[in-house]
Each structure stands twice: as C-alpha cells, then as structure tokens.
C-alpha cells in the first residue's frame, strides 16, 4: 500500500507523479464535492508535449460567487508546467461534449 493515498489513485493522465499531486490537492480544496474529468491529448495520451494544457470538465452546480476564479487562479499560481484549462459540464455545446466525452477519464468523483 502507498504511503500517499493521491498517489494510489492517480488516474491514466499523461503528467508526472508530482503534477499529479498539485492537481489533485487544488481539486480537493477548490472544487471538492464535483465530479472531474480530463479529456484532450493529456487524457489520450497522442500528441502529447511536455508543455500540452491539461483540460478538465467539471460537474456539478454552478460555482458559488468568486469559487471558479480561485480554483482558476490556484492552477494558475501553481508549479505545474502547463496550462489547466476547466469548463463546467452544462456550459459546453452538446457538440463539443459528444465529441469529448469519449476520452474522459476520471480524475475526481463527487
């Protein structure tokens, strides 16, 4: 068993174990309670560069005042090399969701 409980359940995303760690910790303290997604080359793993943003999907209800622009900013203020990009689930196009979903992986449940 692993003496980090994150580092047990990080999910197939293409980032090192430390980003991993970064995420996971802005998640839990920025977006806790919310189902998250990665989608993109991160979550497929093609055309993946060292500098590709991590895209996420998040579920759940609408951000409280000022919750999405923390969660924002701390990805933003982060360590991590790449850009984090977030949309809310029920703000994307039906289009673009269909087109998506198929590669989610989850990195966080509710």
Request: hydrophobic share 40%.
């Amino acid at each position: 068993m692993s003496a980090n409980p994150t580092a047990a359940r990080r999910p197939p995303v293409a980032m090192e174990p430390h980003e991993w760690e970064i995420v996971a910790a802005i998640l839990r303290e920025f977006a806790p309670g919310r189902t998250v997604w990665a989608y993109g080359s991160r979550a497929t793993g093609e055309r993946v560069k060292r500098y590709s943003d991590l895209d996420l999907a998040l579920d759940g209800p609408a951000f409280a005042e000022q919750e999405e622009w923390r969660l924002e900013e701390a990805f933003d203020e982060s360590r991590l090399p790449f850009k984090v990009e977030f949309q809310r689930l029920d703000s994307m196009s039906e289009e673009f969701r269909k087109r998506v979903e198929k590669d989610f992986v989850l990195v966080q449940k509710a």
